[in-house]
């Protein structure tokens, strides 16, 4: 059997960092993969005013799979500011790379995980009765639809002539804005497609049914963004009805979920939301597992491709230090997830096996895990490098 080809995209800051000690577990766990890196990230958009270069693209369509590390994005004036002197003037625009993967190859299905691990000091605790100290299991996988929504891109700063007149059609637009100067006006478009929204809607259903989650929960708020969270919650009732009727459907508003989460975060399983809501949710469900080190995430297109990524940024500070201090298990986790989608489920069990008994023994803990704040001093606190919280999960591995 040939090997199969992942294309690894580094990206920006600690992105690197992290891609390398995940390649390192997964070539310890016996996965055998040749590694093609792709150019993606800040240095590409100084450099060429093209964050995410054609031939990066190419790579992704013709190999399908890519494990991803993460990315810089800095406003529109700044990022004009950093490109190369040759560049500037010439009417090139930043945008994320990241957003632009989605859109290029439609990645409309992003899922994130947040499950607790046993022994996890960062573990979201409560109080309970009798002044006793409960730490609830945690497992609740996000359905992020992943390409519409606020994060389309569909908005205007000063809108041209036909967008505000179309806009003025609305009578609450009229009402509450049609007074104020059009240069004065920003907007964004919060668009939902019947096509998109049923789709994250049947995944998110479908990974109920199949890892054996009770329920299904749709976290939008459509009381008040009648349109685009009422599609959702519609076409939701619709799916569980004649597809799904032994899966309970529950319905949040975005707002209360974030005061529920820390209340009863046992109670929910699979929870699925529009684009900005369910970044929200997911990074809040997130801080209840220890925080983004140890968030992971997957995206999917409806034609195979697949894209792995951690939820964190590229945290450009801590890429200068001498010895690496952040936590790679998020990275390590996406790269399961890899394993999952393509089948390998030996050797995402053993990784992922490690990763567990590692957090449980608590010998091997990175700085976040002792609540330490991120300096290079922390090694010196007693805190594990980057490479020695990896080293610990292959040792794990024998």
């Known amino acids: 059997m040939a090997k199969r080809i992942i294309v690894a995209l580094p990206g920006d800051g600690i992105g690197a960092i992290v891609l390398q000690q995940a390649v390192r577990v997964l070539d310890a766990a016996g996965f055998d993969a040749e590694y093609i890196y792709g150019d993606i ?58 957003v632009g993967l989605r859109q290029h190859f439609n990645l409309d299905i992003c899922v994130r995980p947040c499950k607790s691990y046993k022994g996890n000091p960062l573990n979201f605790i409560r109080r309970g009765r009798g002044n006793t100290i409960e730490e609830p299991l945690v497992d609740v996988v996000i359905f992020r639809q992943n390409t519409e929504c606020l994060y389309s891109g569909v908005e205007w700063t000063n809108p041209p002539e036909n967008v505000y ?16 100067p059009v240069e004065e006006l920003s907007l964004s478009t919060r668009i939902f497609t019947w096509k998109a929204t049923t789709r994250i809607l049947l995944a998110a259903f479908e990974y109920a049914h199949n890892y054996g989650y009770k329920s299904v929960t749709v976290c939008e708020k459509p009381n008040v963004i009648r349109e685009t969270s009422g599609l959702m919650w519609k076409l939701a009732k619709e799916i569980q009805q004649s597809k799904y009727p032994d899966i309970k459907l529950l319905n949040t508003n975005i707002d209360a979920q974030m005061m529920w989460l820390t209340k009863n975060p046992e109670d929910y399983g699979v929870l699925v ?5 369910g970044d929200i949710a997911s990074d809040a469900f997130a801080g ?16 195979g491709i697949a894209v792995f990524e951690p939820t964190h940024g590229s945290a450009p500070r801590y890429a200068g230090y001498e010895v690496p201090i952040i936590n790679p298990i998020a990275m390590i986790e996406s790269a399961c997830m890899m394993l ?25 803990r990175t700085y976040d895990m002792m609540k330490m704040k991120g300096s290079p001093d922390v090694i010196n606190n007693g805190a594990a490098s980057t490479v020695q919280m990896t080293n ?7």
């Not at 939301?273 to 809501?277: E, I, R």
């Not at 999952?340 to 091997?364: F, M, N, P, T, Y």
């Open 41 to 98: 990230g800040w240095e590409f958009w100084r450099k060429e005013g093209n964050p995410l270069p054609q031939r990066t693209l190419d790579l992704i369509e013709k190999h399908k799979i890519a494990l991803f590390g993460a990315i810089t994005s800095k406003p529109n004036d700044e990022a004009k500011a950093e490109l190369a002197g040759e560049l500037q003037g010439k009417g090139f625009t930043y945008s994320s790379p990241i």
């Open 165 to 180: 007149q179309a806009f003025m059609t609305h009578p609450k637009f009229r009402q509450n804005f049609g007074k104020v």
């Open 273 to 277: 939301a529009g684009n900005m809501f």
């Open 288 to 303: 209840l597992i220890g925080g983004l080190g140890f968030a992971c995430s997957a995206q999917f297109s409806s034609d």
């Open 340 to 364: 999952d989608h393509l089948g390998e489920k030996k050797i995402c069990q053993s990784i992922r096996r490690s990763v567990a008994d590692v957090i449980r023994e608590g010998r091997v």
């Open 392 to 398: 610990a999960i292959i040792e794990g591995l024998k």
